[in-house]
């Protein structure tokens, strides 16, 4: 709760937080907001927004509803930001926490792993990844995860690194408690406020790169997304460009949200670490 409080605290935190509330909300009650498929054919074709009270939003090129595109695709971008960056950062924690406490040959082999992984840009393994196993979500989580979890392993050893060196760590030793134990209860919460800001940006990365994998037609085709929208409407972006642009739009609202509460996330945790 007093996390909670400081963020509010920050204009960023504060617009950021209610940006992905708002969101969350969509996506939650999407069902209710949307009755029915979003894919089915709801009406006469390409109709223009704010034309037609059954479609506010207006229908694309088949006739499907814009606006049940719009409520379900904020569904599927939330759940695979947010499931893709749990992943990485779990991953990222125990490769890091490992590489950090054991050090020596399972440090180096490790960290030699991490920069194999950092040499190749994220997109392109999830391009690839994707395009060898097949497009559905779980394999775009799974592969936005893969490009991702690098950057939580490499700070996450850094926190380990300076943590280990710590008089309660020392203390731990000395008491005889195990080592596991040492990790996961002394080490592992003091290292995990720097990565716990960091998710919020591979939040917004994954977010961004499913839209990019569903645009270039990558995406799972039996869900909408809102890079499969902008896809659709790029064919028609001089005549129906808000087929386009309205998705776009809830793209970049979507990510801006994340980037600020990510701002704020990283001055409240700085403000906590300040205090006596």
Not at 15 to 36: Q, T, W, Y
Not at 137 to 159: F, H
Not at 200 to 211: D, G, K, M, N, S
Request: with cysteine; glycine share 10%.
């Amino acid at each position: 709760m007093r996390l909670l409080r400081d963020l509010i605290r920050t204009p960023e935190g504060a617009i950021g937080l209610g940006i992905l509330a708002a969101l969350v909300l969509v996506a939650l009650f999407a069902p209710m907001l949307s009755l029915g498929d979003p894919l089915r054919i709801a009406g006469r074709a390409l109709l223009p927004p704010f034309t037609d009270p059954a479609f506010p939003l207006g229908t694309d090129r088949l006739g499907r509803d814009v606006l049940a595109g719009i409520l379900h695709g904020t569904r599927t971008s939330l759940a695979v930001g947010l499931a893709a960056a749990l992943a990485a950062i779990a991953i990222g924690l125990c490769v890091g926490l490992t590489a950090g406490f054991a050090g020596g040959l399972v440090d180096e082999g490790l960290m030699r792993v991490v920069d194999a992984f950092q040499i190749v840009p994220s997109f392109l393994l999830a391009l690839a990844f994707v395009s060898v196993i097949g497009a559905s979500v779980p394999v775009v989580v799974l592969a936005i995860a893969l490009g991702a979890w690098a950057d939580p392993a490499r700070l996450t050893r850094a926190q380990v690194l300076s943590i280990r060196e710590r008089d309660y760590v020392a203390s731990a030793r000395v008491i005889g408690m195990h080592p596991a134990e040492i990790a996961f209860r002394e080490i592992l919460p003091n290292a995990l406020p720097p990565v716990l800001a960091l998710s919020a940006i591979i939040v917004a990365a994954a977010i961004l790169t499913e839209a990019a994998l569903s645009f270039l037609g990558l995406g799972d085709p039996n869900v909408v997304t809102w890079g499969s929208m902008i896809a659709e409407g790029r064919n028609i972006l001089r005549s129906s460009p808000s087929l386009s642009i309205i998705p776009g739009i809830a793209l970049v609202v979507t990510v801006v949200g994340v980037y600020l509460f990510s701002e704020g996330l990283t001055k409240a945790l700085g403000g906590r670490r300040l205090e006596p």
